[in-house]
């Protein structure tokens, strides 16, 4: 599922242009066992399997020894929000990321002690990691240096200023079914359209 968006767009760009490399772990492979389980009933009751300490802790000591200084990123609903402004972070800097992709009722509590970040992508459930873990990269990844293709494209675009969402925008025909594109957009008046924009950009409440 993973390694399939990844051959796809501006993922597949950053991967062929080498600004990006990915290795996936499947935690099967540290599994405990002839069966490779790894997961288990929670202690104290419930519903659901609780994914075990040992094969956690294995998969990401395993990928810390193969980029020491890889920060570890948890998607969880206890974390904060994840924003625009640490996807930036963190595409500012040299350190990998390694997203751990929860599933079933949830993790041992004991690994967040290898956990740099923990972070929610919203309040709601859903029934894996993996799309978290796709967001996450997805958002520092468009963010790499010629990614995007333009030099300012990632700059200019929603909420990489955290108190404005950005502007509408329109294509042609000018005209469509009666409703016309705003007659500033066409003018050529570059000092005029750039006060359209900032006056129709959202405020953050």
């Not at 104290?44 to 980029?67: N, R, T």
């Not at 570890?72 to 350190?95: I, M, S």
């Not at 002690?113 to 894996?128: A, F």
Request: aromatic share 8%; hydrophobic share 35%.
């Amino acid at each position: 599922m993973i390694e399939e968006y990844f051959n796809h767009g501006m993922m597949r760009k950053a991967l062929e242009q080498g600004q990006l490399e990915i290795s996936l772990i499947n935690l099967r492979d540290y599994g405990i066992g002839p069966r490779r389980t790894v997961d288990d009933i929670p202690y104290g009751g419930g519903d659901g399997m609780v994914l075990k300490p040992e094969p956690i802790f294995a998969a990401i000591e395993f990928a810390k020894s193969q980029d020491k200084s890889a920060k570890v990123v948890l998607p969880t609903p206890r974390g904060p929000t994840w924003v625009q402004a640490t996807a930036q972070e963190y595409a500012d800097n040299d350190e990998g990321l390694i997203i751990f992709c929860a599933r079933y009722e949830g993790y041992d509590e004991r690994i967040t002690e290898l956990v740099d970040c923990q972070t929610s992508i919203g309040d709601y459930v859903l029934t894996g990691g993996e799309l978290p873990a796709m967001i996450i990269a997805d958002s520092v990844v468009r963010l790499l240096p010629g990614v995007l293709g333009g030099e300012t494209s990632a700059e200019l675009e929603s909420f990489s200023d955290p108190n404005t969402k950005e502007h509408p925008h329109y294509t042609r025909p000018s005209d469509y079914r009666g409703n016309k594109v705003p007659d500033v957009l066409l003018s050529g008046n570059h000092k005029e359209i750039e006060g359209w924009r900032e006056e129709n950009s959202i405020q953050s409440e």
